[in-house]
């Protein structure tokens, strides 16, 4: 609901609330400088006060109730009563129908309603953004969401515009107010939050893309909410690390009812206060508040939101809260709060008070007060009648979305191999990459490059005098002198930083190319990829998406690559529902591959081997801006008629040079370079293995578990009829890489060993 700001200006100045205002501080960003700074009127300095040593959480006091004079119009405060009592009372209607076994799990908003109402009082819906958390019913009650939307969620209904019956409620999510999907981890929006308004920020710097993102407004918030366990997560403080950096227009609202479950908050946080941990940041804009207050949440608020439109920097508001039920309706908070805690949260639940602080203040008697109950208990009732009426997703729904349903990259759109024409000279996989890199940021200004190293240099002013760096591969080289440090820039040194930031960028249409330095430290960022990236598209409904691309340097054989610089654990991700997951062998498969991934509408994993960078034998010339090799496709590197191998990456090549060994024996060897992982091409693999009858499976993961074992597993379901042979395996020990090189020989498989299975193959 948008509300009048002459409403808004409140003349209450609350005297508990601590401010500050950061300095303006411009950040080093290698890149044209954001939009100027407005200065707001000053605010009262937060007190510096000797921190605290970690005891014991004191008793909440309540505040004391807002004098007569101090409140806003009493339209807007009857309308503030009203959505914290309808939040309230949905989520007791769904303690209800789970008590009922109606529905199948529930978490509550309560306590939290007088920051989030006003919250949704100041922010606009449909053209703010909004990454909530859990507790944030009454937010999204205010921004537009109706109870029956809320109570279609909590009965699994296809209609419920949340997931469409995918996720448990209040895993919010709206397309229509900018409501982005949320998920069950904590502290993962954060950075895409700071995505999403990063989107913006860029957009500012480059005007052509203000029409290609969704909804972009000149003085947008970002929302992004969370619990007080939640500032314990690591990716939080990423997030408010990168806001300050670039000064983006993020509210953070840190909702603290002093418990992560049963973990109270002195034991989450140093001293028991985030907000005194984060008082250094600069640009940004701290305001404490009692959040069950909605008067005083109103203030904090309207003023955290102004200086976020003013393009000051990022907002964060510490709100105390409190939880008078229990963490879930899977947890008994009476087994770690005792009796006398409880009973202190009881005296401040912001609805009681504020009912009857409208009755003290003359704004509205008993009788109209107990009408506006009856009216939203009705209302209430016949939502819930509603939504257990509402049919279920039919089980065919099961697999729908998991990729987009509208741009498919296996299709004949995407496969312009046969009529491909080269030219000049050859260049190497690295090469290749950074020209279709090039080309594809020349015909798509929505495409942004990041990641740890990939530009030139940060501090555009030496470029002039200094050659660049490129990625530490230099497949990144040039492309921010010629595209700019808008568009091309480096991320700080941490992975889950980058993913995440892409997939709010992904969100709002950008289209994030992002490098991870080396496979060997991709693991920080797994929690974005797994939890979010790919599980995006599908448990919203189709509602949003995020078509990221990964680049990812990975594999050994580089005489000194050792633990952390070869590793090859493709399976770990090729399991994952909605993540491409591509791997090319040489110069011009990767060119191609890359195009179709760029092009396409998911996210992809697109794997580059380090060793097969620069080698001679897999150069190839340019093949133009328009070549694309679908997903799915595999490649005949050599035909044979005795021996099939099923390969990819930098078995290819030693697969060749054994086939081409055992042929002096006598031995007629078929390879086939799969390319795509997922997807994988059966339909070659079907073809080869009734061809030769006789299969063998290479690459350069562990031989446990790999992904070897998923292709044998179908080809024995499948084409056992076919087989003469059992199917074999070539693939690296189960062990780790080493340093030194002898040792890590041993460990990679190696041509000999290829040859050595086709030989025990073909004597079976």
């Not at 314990?232 to 403080?237: A, I, K, M, R, T």
């Not at 919203?540 to 998406?545: F, L």
């Not at 060749?656 to 055992?662: E, G, H, N, T, Y």
Request: hydrophobic share 40%.
């Amino acid at each position: 609901m948008k509300t009048d700001t002459k409403v808004l200006k409140l003349v209450r100045k609350t005297e508990s609330s601590s401010t500050t205002e950061a300095p303006e501080q411009e950040a080093e960003m290698g890149m044209a400088p954001g939009p100027t700074s407005v200065p707001l009127a000053p605010e009262p300095e937060i007190e510096q006060r000797p921190r605290p040593a970690p005891m014991p959480a004191p008793k909440p006091v309540p505040s004391p109730a807002p004098r007569a004079g101090d409140l806003p119009d009493h339209k807007l405060l009857l309308e503030m009563y009203r959505t914290m009592y309808l939040s309230r009372r949905v989520d007791d209607k769904e303690i209800q129908l789970k008590g009922q076994n109606r529905i199948f799990f529930q978490i509550s908003g309560a306590g939290h309603e007088a920051i989030l109402v006003a919250a949704g009082m100041v922010l606009k819906p449909s053209y703010d953004w909004f990454y909530p958390y859990y507790r944030d019913r009454a937010l999204c009650l205010q921004l537009g969401m109706t109870p029956l939307e809320m109570l279609l969620s909590a009965v699994g209904a296809e209609a419920d515009p949340n997931s469409h019956g995918r996720q448990m409620p209040s895993h919010w999510g709206h397309s229509k107010l900018n409501i982005v999907s949320q998920s069950s981890p904590t502290g993962t929006q954060c950075l895409q939050a700071v995505g999403c308004a990063e989107a913006s920020y860029r957009a500012q710097l480059v005007p052509e893309l203000q029409k290609r993102i969704g909804s972009f407004q000149k003085d947008e918030v970002t929302y992004v909410s969370l619990g007080d366990g939640t500032s314990s997560e690591g990716e939080f403080w990423e997030a408010l690390n990168t806001a300050c950096n670039f000064k983006l227009p993020v509210l953070f609202l840190l909702e603290d009812n002093g418990y992560a479950i049963s973990v109270p908050v002195e034991v989450q946080t140093a001293g028991g206060d985030v907000s005194k941990l984060i008082e250094s940041f600069p640009s940004l804009y701290l305001q404490r508040c009692d959040g069950t207050d909605p008067i005083e949440s109103l203030e904090v608020m309207r003023r955290a939101v102004d200086y976020c439109r003013r393009r000051q920097g990022p907002a964060f508001v510490h709100a105390k809260v409190i939880r008078p039920y229990s963490h879930s309706l899977s947890d008994d908070e009476k087994l770690y709060r005792s009796d006398e805690e409880r009973a202190s949260d009881a005296e401040r639940d912001p609805v009681k008070r504020f009912g009857a602080l409208l009755i003290d203040e003359g704004v509205i008697d008993q009788a109209g007060l107990q009408k506006i109950k009856d009216e939203i208990d009705r209302e209430v009732n016949e939502a819930a009648d509603a939504a257990l009426a509402s049919p279920q997703p039919a089980k065919e729904t099961a697999t729908q979305f998991v990729f987009s349903p509208d741009v498919d990259p296996c299709s004949k759109e995407f496969d312009t191999e046969d009529r491909v024409q080269l030219s000049g000279n050859a260049g190497t996989m690295v090469d290749l990459i950074n020209r279709c890199l090039d080309t594809e940021m020349a015909r798509d200004p929505r495409i942004v490059v990041f990641g740890e190293d990939v530009a030139d240099c940060s501090r555009e002013e030496y470029l002039e005098t200094v050659k660049g760096k490129g990625g530490v591969f230099k497949v990144t080289a040039n492309l921010q002198r010629k595209y700019g440090g808008a568009r091309v820039f480096n991320s700080p040194l941490a992975e889950a930083n980058i993913v995440g930031r892409a997939i709010g960028m992904a969100t709002r249409g950008l289209k994030p190319v992002v490098e991870i330095q080396f496979f060997d430290y991709i693991w920080p960022a797994m929690h974005q990829i797994r939890n979010e990236l790919a599980v995006m598209r599908w448990r919203s409904g189709n509602d949003w998406k995020s078509p990221v691309v990964m680049r990812v340097p990975v594999g050994g054989y580089l005489k000194g690559g050792a633990v952390y610089h070869s590793q090859s654990g493709v399976s770990t991700f090729t399991q994952i529902p909605g993540l491409r997951v591509i791997y090319p062998s040489n110069a011009l498969d990767a060119n191609g591959l890359l195009r179709t991934a760029i092009r396409c509408d998911d996210p992809v994993l697109f794997l580059e081997h380090k060793h097969l960078y620069r080698q001679a034998y897999n150069k190839s010339q340019y093949p133009g801006e328009d070549f694309m090799i679908p997903f799915g496709k595999a490649k005949k590197v050599r035909e044979g008629t005795d021996i099939s191998i099923i390969t990819y990456g930098a078995l290819v090549q030693r697969s060749l040079v054994a086939a081409k060994q055992m042929e002096q024996e006598g031995v007629s060897v078929e390879i086939i370079d799969l390319r795509s992982l997922v997807p994988f091409d059966w339909k070659a693999i079907e073809e080869t293995v009734k061809k030769t009858n006789r299969v063998i499976v290479a690459h350069e993961d562990s031989l446990s578990f790999g992904y070897a074992a998923e292709i044998v597993a179908r080809i024995t379901d499948e084409l056992f009829e076919y087989l003469d042979a059992p199917v074999k395996r070539v693939c690296a020990l189960d062990t780790f890489v080493a340093y030194a090189p002898l040792v890590e020989d041993a460990i990679l498989p190696q041509s000999s060993d290829v040859a050595k299975a086709i030989a025990e193959l073909k004597s079976y």
